[in-house]
Nanobody, 114 residues
């Protein structure tokens, strides 16, 4: 299984970024998918998930600013991030899991700074 995350970068506060995670070697439509983030010295935390059914869940800190979506035809997970804040700065990881199998991508760095 390969999860290739992309789309990170430097953005000013209030700006937007769109992260993508392309999956290969996996039956994508059957997997629950999610975005997590980690700041050095802190635990990795959930940002947003989208289950195989399409149900979504967001961390309180990103609710109403971030939107997670999945395209099962293209094996792609997306995170649209609007209204970015300095506290959103982190390495963002995509995750695919179900039935006791858990896979993570390599991470993409998002830096929100003026």
């Amino acid at each position: 299984v390969q999860l290739q995350a992309s789309g990170g970068g430097l953005v000013q506060p209030g700006g937007s970024l769109r992260l993508s995670c392309r999956a290969s070697g996996v039956l994508f439509s059957n997997k629950h998918m999610g975005w997590y983030r980690q700041v050095p010295g802190k635990q990795r935390e959930l940002v947003a998930i989208v289950e195989s059914s399409g149900s979504t869940k967001y961390a309180d800190s990103v609710e109403d600013r971030f939107t997670i979506s999945r395209d099962n035809a293209r094996n792609t997970l997306t995170l649209q991030m609007d209204g970015l804040k300095p506290e959103d700065t982190a390495v963002y990881y995509c995750r695919a899991w179900r039935y006791g199998v858990d896979d993570w991508g390599q991470g993409t760095l998002v830096t929100v700074s003026s």
